[in-house]
């Protein structure tokens, strides 16, 4: 082996050792940038459509130098890549002690910020629209049949229609688990939803519109009209403001197909949203004899009567104490 060979091979050996080094340098940078706990601006960060990824690093994470950056740019490629990922937009909540493979993995999923909104069952679409008006800059009024009052946990970067549409497929999915009873054989969905709201504007608490259930259960039964003031409230106002005053007999002569003092049956339409506490009532099939109800203000509660003269009786008492 000549001398002009071994110092080539000198040279490839060097070269091999500092190739390694600088591999091995490259590799523990890498390995450390990317699993170190980073310094975030905020716990919770937001990604806007259409927003690079060095500007989100930019924006909130606090960096020793720029060749994080670029080792951070240059990982990002790769890991998206390799696991056939893409970030979110939206707000991300993170915690502390959260490496960058934490980060990625976190905004490669959908937004874990959510917001909580409660439809209180017996609200009147004004009330619900006051309610949306919190959460989305455009919306549309969502009819009472279309959706269950509820609790409801939702992204708060999704849309209106993304929201509407979640709350249709709960109402969808919630009646078709409901194991429907003898009494409700003949009553469909829509049915359930209406006598549910009125359900929701008389009752009081659980045992108070279980007992007003069966009474509007017994009445439809035997051909009766209804005669639930709620429903000549809502003749009166369709739903959109207080009447301030008490119901007079005029008022329950009004001409109208939700008055159910002059209609048999059920009203055309839900007169409220209905919770799901209520539907699970109705499917309780709850029964007594009653067929009569008022309001007693001194005790705050509704007073139920078998029949007409038991009804008058007590009636009358209540209103000789006023």
């Known amino acids: 082996m000549d001398l ?12 091999s ?23 975030l601006k905020n716990e919770i960060i937001s990604i806007t459509k259409g927003q690079n990824i060095e500007d989100i690093l930019n924006k909130n994470i606090n960096f020793d130098n ?32 959260l490496s960058y493979l934490d980060f990625l993995h976190i905004i490669s999923k959908p937004s874990n910020v959510l917001n909580k909104i409660t ?9 619900l629209n006051k309610e949306l008006s919190k959460y989305f800059q455009n919306f549309n009024t969502i009819g009472y049949n279309d959706i269950l009052a509820d609790t409801y946990l939702f992204d708060k970067n999704k849309g209106f229609e993304d929201f509407y549409n979640y709350l249709k497929k709960f ?60 429903t000549v409230l809502f003749a009166l106002t369709n739903g959109e403001y207080d009447l301030d005053r008490n119901l007079t007999l005029r008022d329950l002569k ?31 099939t709850y029964y007594n004899e009653d067929l009569f109800y008022f309001y007693n203000s001194f005790i705050g509660r509704h007073i139920f009567s078998k029949n007409y003269n038991e009804h008058k009786k007590k009636l009358y008492e209540y209103r000789n104490k006023k």
Do not use: C
């Open 66 to 97: 720029t060749f994080e950056i670029k080792v951070l740019k240059l990982f990002n490629k790769i890991y998206f890549i390799n696991n056939s990922k893409f970030f979110h937009y939206g707000n991300f909540n993170f915690q502390k002690n």
């Open 17 to 39: 050792i500092l190739l390694l080094i600088i591999s091995t340098f490259i590799f523990f940078s890498f390995y450390y940038i990317v699993t170190k706990n980073l310094s």
């Open 254 to 284: 009004i001409n109208h197909p939700y008055n159910t003092y002059l209609i048999r049956g059920l009203p055309p339409k839900p007169i409220a949203y209905v919770g799901t506490k209520t539907i699970d009532i109705i499917n309780e």
């Open 119 to 127: 439809i209180v069952e017996g609200w009147s679409k004004k009330e």
């Open 171 to 230: 109402k969808k999915n919630y009646l078709a688990k409901l194991n429907k009873s003898k009494l409700l054989k003949n009553i469909d969905n829509d049915q359930i939803i209406i006598i549910g709201s009125m359900i929701e504007k008389e009752g009081l608490d659980y045992e108070d519109k279980k007992k007003i259930s069966s009474v509007i259960f017994n009445r439809l039964k035997k051909n009766m009209k209804l005669q639930i003031d709620a």
């Open 4 to 15: 002009e060979e071994q110092i080539l091979r000198y040279y490839l050996k060097v070269f």
